[in-house]
């Protein structure tokens, strides 16, 4: 599976971004989808994870601002992040596992500023 983020930015602090993977297979053929973020010199850690049957996970400290989701177009999983707090700030990975393997995009690097 490739996977190809972009979406990410500047953002102002409260304010919102999209960002958008696009898979080289249908969506729904995958296990799970998820959104990682990594801060340097600190370990990736996941933020939102999308199970092929459609349920959801978050991390605590996204839970009620961030929305992982499939897009009309069937190889695209979107993450909506709303109410943007400066410790938003991070590079953002798209991850897709299947059957065992793991697949990453390159990050996407979203900046939370005032």
């Known amino acids: 599976v490739q996977l190809q983020a972009s979406g990410g930015g500047l953002a102002q602090i409260g304010g919102s971004l999209r960002l958008s993977c696009e898979a080289s297979r249908r969506i729904s053929s995958i296990d799970a989808m998820a959104w990682y973020r990594q801060v340097p010199g600190k370990q990736r850690e996941a933020v939102a994870l999308?199970?092929?049957?459609?349920?959801?996970t978050y991390a605590d400290s996204v839970k009620g601002r961030f929305t992982i989701s499939r897009g009309n177009a069937r190889n695209t999983v979107y993450l909506q992040m709303n109410s943007l707090k400066p410790e938003d700030t991070a590079v953002y990975y798209c991850?897709?596992?299947?059957?065992?393997?793991?697949?990453w995009g390159q990050g996407t690097l979203v900046t939370v500023s005032s």
């Open positions: 991850m897709g596992a299947d059957r065992g393997y793991d697949y």
């Open positions: 999308l199970m092929r049957d459609g349920s959801t």
